[in-house]
């Protein structure tokens, strides 16, 4: 009799951990998901400044489950979980598993502390929120194009709460697109101001040095304000306030200063770190159940040094990998591995045709060949899984 497995998340992580099981004859394979898409995260700061479109950067899950074996597509949101009879229940029914593995990456952390912030900024972690920003933004630009003939043109300020790899694309795109919107409208106002606020020293914290020093000249060349050693202490309805006393009026406010694990996570009872991930086993298992297994941002990744794993689409692919291993080695009768998940490289688009690219801390490249070379590992991931997709709606269309 085949064992029923659950991954709960269509993202980089649950994807991977799909393709790699769905081959698996001992396997039948349920991937949950509330929406029937996955969506390119590493795509939002493009989808923001019209880069691409919501075409590009979503493959739609239920014909890529339908062309891998023992596999099915179940679009539904997660009451609850539970551990004793091994069922995840869903709002129209519960459906039993042998294993489990929870992808359900992470979500914008708004810190209770600071006032305001949750009400009057987005957040870019879902399709849905980016897409409000886009539409949203392109109105008040649509309203700043039929000020052009006052007296005085209306200021338009953007904001953006956190130097990560998220806030640095999303300044980057913002001011590349800001410089084009005004030249190419021949407008005569002031461009738009792109604001940048770090709580560091540098941009990047913690990433590799050629990338921070690559990012900050890039940033600078775009116009882009970059105010460090600065944190957010309030924010009000078009107003953002600082710890050194000063503020800055916006139209429009970006958080992207930090993520904690989606809501799921918190309904397991296992344990849980500061930011809400799932504490994991060195074999990717949960504390709390053998076959039950959590990768990506919702779990607690470190690398064979005990140092924190950034959360990327790398690092959720990587664990899925393990995980694809280990649940192989149970199903044998054998003992699951430990894993050794590193951060192979990092990009950084940096708006237009410019990107930093570093693999294995060794090779290194910026401007239009990091741009490239980031289009080329981007479009091969996007590629791969849409020719699939493909192939399926294909095959349902016959029918």
């Known amino acids: 009799m085949k064992k029923q497995l659950?991954?709960?998340?269509?993202?980089?992580?649950?994807?991977?951990?799909?393709?790699?099981?769905?081959?698996?004859?001992?396997?039948?394979?349920?991937?949950?998901?509330?929406n029937p898409y996955h969506y390119l995260q590493t795509e939002a700061?493009?989808?923001i400044a019209n880069e691409v479109t919501l075409t590009d950067v979503t493959v739609d899950l239920v014909a890529l489950c339908k062309r891998y074996k023992n596999t099915r597509y179940k679009k539904a949101t997660i009451k609850e979980i539970d551990l004793v009879t091994?069922?995840?229940?869903?709002?129209?029914?519960?459906?039993?598993?042998?294993?489990?593995?929870?992808?359900?990456?992470?979500?914008?952390?708004?810190?209770?502390?600071?006032?305001?912030?949750?009400?009057?900024?987005?957040?870019?972690?879902?399709?849905?929120?980016?897409?409000?920003?886009?539409?949203?933004?392109?109105?008040?630009?649509?309203?700043?194009m039929q000020s052009e003939e006052d007296l005085f043109c209306k200021a338009f300020n953007v904001v953006i709460g956190g130097a990560g790899l998220s806030g640095v694309e999303i300044a980057a795109e913002m001011g590349h697109y800001a410089k084009q919107f005004i030249q190419d409208n021949r407008m005569l106002c002031d461009g738009i101001q792109v604001y940048l606020i770090a709580s560091g020293e540098k941009v990047l914290d913690g990433m590799n040095p050629y990338l921070q020093t690559k990012t900050e000249q890039r940033l600078n060349e775009l116009g882009v304000h970059v105010i460090y050693n600065t944190r957010?202490?309030?924010?009000?309805?078009?107003?953002?306030?600082?710890?050194?006393?000063?503020?800055i009026n916006f139209d429009f406010m970006i958080f992207a200063g930090g993520v904690k694990a989606s809501t799921l996570a918190e309904s397991l009872g296992c344990e849980l770190n500061a930011k809400g991930q799932v504490t994991v086993h060195e074999t990717l298992q949960v504390t709390c159940h053998k076959n039950i297994y959590a990768i990506g941002d919702v779990a607690a990744l470190v690398d064979p040094s005990g140092k924190v794993?950034?959360?990327?689409?790398?690092?959720?692919?990587?664990?899925?990998?393990?995980?694809?291993?280990?649940?192989?080695?149970?199903?044998?009768?054998?003992?699951?591995?430990?894993?050794?998940?590193?951060?192979?490289?990092?990009?950084?688009?940096?708006?237009?045709?410019?990107?930093?690219?570093?693999?294995?801390e060794t090779f290194k490249v910026s401007g239009f060949l990091g741009y490239i070379l980031?289009?080329?590992?981007?479009?091969?991931?996007?590629?791969?899984?849409?020719?699939?997709?493909?192939?399926?709606?294909?095959?349902?269309?016959?029918?």
């Not at 993202?11 to 394979?29: C, P, T």
């Not at 957010?232 to 503020?247: A, C, R, Y």
């Not at 990587?318 to 694809?324: F, G, R």
């Open 6 to 34: 659950i991954i709960i998340g269509g993202g980089y992580g649950g994807i991977r951990a799909m393709q790699g099981l769905s081959n698996v004859k001992e396997l039948d394979i349920i991937l949950i998901d509330q």
């Open 45 to 47: 700061y493009a989808l």
């Open 86 to 144: 091994r069922n995840v229940k869903c709002y129209d029914e519960e459906l039993s598993f042998d294993y489990l593995i929870i992808a359900t990456g992470s979500r914008t952390n708004f810190p209770d502390s600071i006032a305001g912030l949750e009400k009057y900024s987005h957040g870019v972690k879902t399709l849905q929120r980016a897409f409000e920003f886009k539409q949203q933004f392109e109105y008040q630009l649509y309203e700043r």
């Open 232 to 247: 957010i202490t309030e924010v009000k309805e078009d107003t953002v306030m600082l710890n050194n006393g000063t503020h």
């Open 309 to 360: 794993i950034p959360a990327t689409a790398n690092a959720a692919e990587q664990s899925a990998e393990v995980v694809v291993k280990n649940i192989k080695a149970q199903l044998k009768g054998e003992r699951p591995q430990h894993a050794f998940i590193g951060l192979q490289g990092m990009m950084v688009a940096l708006g237009g045709y410019n990107a930093s690219v570093v693999l294995y």
């Open 374 to 399: 980031k289009r080329l590992i981007t479009w091969r991931y996007k590629f791969l899984l849409d020719r699939h997709a493909l192939k399926a709606y294909k095959a349902m269309q016959k029918k």
